[in-house]
């Protein structure tokens, strides 16, 4: 059975502060690493979709990286805003295509 | 990328009735995905629906329990049959953007009591 976990489950972090959490997956069949952030009564918004040992991608406040071999990727926000409160999902694709999810880390930002 | 409308939002409904929801997508798409997050747990793939053939239910998911309508490209609907408390979750419909990643609807919050 494939598991992703992520961790921790849930995060609070004061106002301006910078902050990280993990997501584990399977390191073998990899095929791509999705990071989508969910507010509350929104859709899922994609973040990233990566593909390669050791990269790194970002998107202004917020990076991510990715190491397949050891199977994790981090996900990091700097300067932390309200704005940022959501819950944040990983999901590893393999070389089905399928998408194992995982089961979020709910990230609350203090001011 | 596409822009997915889901109906309802949320739902509260009485056990042994059945509920649908549907999604509209603002253009064609060869796959719809459904999905449902029950409480505390990962997303988990239903099934998939393609336009002019069955739906392709995962395992431990079943036509008669989740029926899925798939009439056009841009259209699809799930309906949650004879519901048990078991079914309360968020249900969300996707499809595939250009470029990778996927598009999600915004959700349907569902209490069944």
């Known amino acids: ?111 | 990328s596409a822009v997915i409308s889901q109906k309802p939002s949320r739902d509260i409904c009485q056990r042994g009735t059945s509920l649908t929801i549907q999604c509209q997508v603002d253009s064609q798409v060869t796959m719809m995905f459904w999905y449902r997050q029950q409480p505390g747990q990962s997303l988990t793939l239903i099934a998939t629906a393609n336009q002019g053939s069955e739906a392709t239910y995962e395992s431990g998911f079943v036509i008669d329990k989740f029926p899925i309508s798939r009439p056009n490209l841009t259209f699809s609907t799930l309906t949650v049959s004879n519901m048990s408390p078991e079914d309360s979750s968020i249900y969300l419909c996707s499809v595939e953007r250009t470029g990778g990643g996927y598009t999600f609807g915004s959700g349907t919050r569902l209490t069944v009591v």
């Open chain 1, 1 to 111: 059975i494939l598991n992703v976990e992520q961790s921790p489950q849930s995060l609070h972090v004061q106002e301006g502060d910078s902050t990280n959490f993990t997501c584990s997956f399977p390191s073998s069949n990899f095929y791509a690493l999705h990071w989508y952030r969910w507010e509350t009564a929104k859709s899922p918004e994609a973040l990233f979709v990566m593909t390669l040992n050791g990269d790194e991608k970002k998107k202004g406040r917020i990076s991510a990286t990715l190491n397949t071999k050891e199977g994790y990727s981090y996900l990091y926000i700097k300067g932390s805003q309200p704005e940022d409160s959501a819950t944040y999902l990983c999901a590893f694709m393999g070389s089905n295509y399928q998408l194992i999810w995982g089961a979020g880390t709910k990230l609350i930002i203090k001011p």
